[in-house]
């Protein structure tokens, strides 16, 4: 069965930059949530959408922006980026919000600023 | 507010023997869903198990088994004749509603060696 694609695996990046983190649904799948794990740490929610609108935000810093597109797939564009952002970036996804306990989980992207 | 609270921050234990990972919950919600995610060095969160706030029939699956308590806000998690493939860092995870945002709520984790 297809799962969350997230792309890429790993990226690095230097302090002050930019990065851009994709996440693929699962086919079907109309909401994707972002969530952000930093080294020895839990994964914290940091914003999702449903249906191409935003539908909850958690701790995303102002620097972070993330929209879902029209084929469901969603961006996480990250600006100015610093050490702090070093972290393991999950996406998820469900088939809509009434169910969004069935959330399945990429495989994440892990980001390091340098 | 939703929290999840996992005290045991490492755990270690030698092959074979039985281990309890805890789990702890609030939230004021009557209808709740709870997970557990074990996730290994790799940094993919692999998905164990769900349950939701109305069943509280204990499960098993292999060497796994939880323990719901609604009573004690609790799901314990036992991992029975541990092997070093067990070894990883386990979430134990609650899902909001659309009052309290539908995204989960981790704890902490807790993270398991399991020593040859």
């Known amino acids: 069965a297809a799962g969350v694609i997230q792309s890429p695996r790993h990226l690095i990046k230097e302090k002050r930059e930019t990065a851009t983190l994709k996440c693929y649904p699962i086919p079907r799948h109309d909401t994707v949530y972002w969530y952000q794990q930093g080294p020895g740490q839990d994964p914290q929610f940091l914003i999702s959408f449903y249906e191409k609108m935003q539908s909850d935000k958690g701790s995303i810093p102002d620097r972070f922006s993330a929209q879902q597109f029209s084929d469901y797939h969603s961006e996480l564009n990250m600006s100015s980026l610093e050490l702090g952002d070093s972290a393991l970036y999950f996406c998820?996804?469900?088939?809509?919000?009434?169910?969004?306990?069935?959330?399945?989980f990429g495989p994440g992207t892990r980001l390091t600023v340098t | 507010a939703q929290k999840v609270t996992q005290a045991q921050t490492e755990i270690s234990v030698v092959e074979k023997e039985d281990v309890t990972l805890d789990c702890v919950y609030e939230t004021r919600d009557t209808t709740y869903y709870l997970f557990w995610y074990k996730q290994p060095p790799s940094g993919e969160l692999v998905f164990l198990i769900r349950?939701?706030?109305?069943?509280?029939q204990n499960e098993i699956s292999g060497r796994y088994s939880w323990n719901f308590q609604k009573s004690t806000s609790s799901f314990n998690f036992t991992i029975t004749a541990s092997q070093v493939v067990d070894s990883a860092v386990y979430f134990c995870a609650l899902s909001g509603t659309s009052n309290t945002g539908n995204q989960f709520y981790f704890g902490t984790g807790t993270s398991l060696t399991v020593i040859p």
């Open positions: 349950r939701n706030s109305f069943d509280e």
């Open positions: 998820a996804s469900s088939l809509g919000l009434a169910v969004s306990y069935e959330q399945y």
